[in-house]
């Protein structure tokens, strides 16, 4: 055997080693590229954590289903059990009765009758819409309400918010990432300075563009073509809300200012969608039947606004939850406990915030720093007193 | 005339394997990432295989350390 053959069979590692080796190689050179932009995400202004950072980073990087995937298994492995000890009372939602039976007087304005309580007895409280605001005068914008939403789970409680639309009007804030760039006057992110003298309310938006597979409007003018047959929150030109399965094609009607699709309608025409279960119209998220934290918002037959979330909600026990409270039509907003937040505020000037249920995690304080996500706020109309 | 063959170091010789296979990886990075629906699983996946070759490389050290014979004491020294 001559010295060369000899140098190179010295030097020549077994093949299955040689392959584990390139594999290795391969692995390095991928994370190059994936951590760089991995950092860029990072380094771009946020207030979550870390750990949410990096999941989002990873869904809007070709990731979406494999995180919907490990969520759903998951959450199915947290499932909660049916039953358990009964509530004695409920989390403390509102500051104050709204008076009467819910059923106001004329010169009063129209108030929203109090929740029928699903489970009996009821609680203290249960079902009573309160009034978000102190001092809020004899028509408060924005009511608040919690009662046991499941009866198969006495331990669940969803709140929701009813909103005055007729001394309200809505604004669809850009967050800092969603909608994704490019996005013109896209804002500060947050209830903007000069507005928080009105601000009474403000609340999650739905799913990213990317994971809903709809569209938007944003003042006057499609961001994302809109799709036939979503469901749609609605702001035309002069200022009134609806909640519509849309039915206007892709482009932007001349009346309509803003308009944010987010999946299917969970209820039409005062009925549940029939089709509540798991398909490719529901988004590449979890899946429908998982019990999470839910949110979602409706309009009722006189055309005010309600808002409605829980944890461990399916997307059919949230329409129920907005049914009951009285949603003629409603779409599904954001899901997760990173995302659900409903907060109004106390005092105006944006004053003493508060979640709509304690167990909500994201701060108070949340829509008034730049939050990643777009989201609703309420504003009282001109010239309406606080 | 007959070419002598030319000399070639053990050292060379590895220094040459390693080239191929790193070539061989860049272009199996670059397939990944441009066949893959975006960097973000890429780099999740690459993190996961880097993360099982790394244990495996190293239980194959362990075990290769615990079955080296144990040096004698004469041998210490000697060369």
């Known amino acids: ?386 | 005339m007959v070419r002598l063959p030319r000399e070639i170091s053990p050292g060379a010789a590895a220094r040459r394997a390693l080239l191929a296979d790193l070539l061989i990886a860049l272009a199996l990075a670059l397939a990944a990432i441009a066949l893959a629906a975006g960097i973000g699983i890429v780099g999740f996946a690459a993190l996961l295989v880097l993360l099982a070759l790394g244990a495996w490389t190293g239980v194959e050290a362990a075990i290769r350390r615990l079955r080296r014979p144990p040096r004698s004491p004469t041998s210490r020294g000697a060369g």
């Open chain 1, 1 to 386: 055997m001559g010295p060369t053959r000899r140098a190179r069979q010295a030097g020549r590692l077994p093949p299955w080693r040689r392959a584990r080796r390139v594999l290795l190689l391969a692995c390095c050179i991928c994370l190059v590229p994936a951590g760089v932009s991995w950092v860029n995400a990072l380094s771009a202004p946020r207030n979550v954590g870390l750990g949410v950072t990096s999941v989002e980073w990873l869904r809007q990087n070709g990731g979406n289903s494999l995180v919907s995937e490990i969520e759903n298994e998951y959450y199915t492995l947290t499932a909660p059990s049916k039953g358990g000890a009964p509530l004695r009372s409920l989390p403390q939602v509102g500051i104050a009765a709204a008076g009467g039976s819910g059923q106001g007087a004329v010169e009063a304005g129209y108030r929203p009758p109090n929740v029928v309580p699903l489970i009996h007895p009821a609680l203290p409280g249960e079902g009573v819409w309160k009034k978000a605001a102190a001092n809020a005068g004899p028509r408060p914008p924005v009511l608040l309400t919690s009662f046991r939403s499941d009866p198969e789970y006495p331990q669940f409680v969803a709140g929701v918010a009813w909103i005055d639309s007729s001394r309200t009007t809505l604004a669809y804030v850009p967050g800092l990432a969603e909608p994704p760039p490019p996005l013109t006057h896209r804002g500060p992110a947050e209830v903007p300075q000069g507005m928080r003298r009105r601000v009474v309310a403000t609340f999650n938006g739905g799913f990213p563009l990317e994971t809903s597979n709809a569209g938007l409007i944003y003042r006057g003018k499609v961001v994302e073509a809109m799709v036939n047959g979503i469901a749609t929150v609605v702001e035309y030109r002069d200022g009134r809300v609806d909640i519509v399965k849309w039915e206007s094609g892709a482009g932007a009607p001349a009346n309509v200012w803003f308009a944010k699709q987010n999946l299917p309608p969970i209820i039409d025409e005062g009925r549940l969608n029939p089709n509540l279960s798991d398909g490719p119209a529901w988004g590449e998220t979890v899946n429908n039947a998982v019990r999470v934290w839910r949110s979602g918002i409706g309009v009722d037959a006189h055309g005010n606004l309600l808002y409605a979330a829980a944890n461990y909600q399916t997307v059919e026990s949230l329409a129920k939850v907005l049914r009951r409270a009285g949603a003629v039509r409603a779409l599904e907003l954001d899901i997760n406990e990173d995302w659900t937040s409903f907060i109004s505020y106390r005092h105006p000037g944006a004053g003493s915030p508060s979640n709509l249920l304690p167990e909500m995690y994201r701060p108070p304080e949340r829509y008034l720093t730049p939050d990643e996500r777009d989201f609703f706020a309420v504003y009282l109309r001109p010239g309406e007193r606080w």
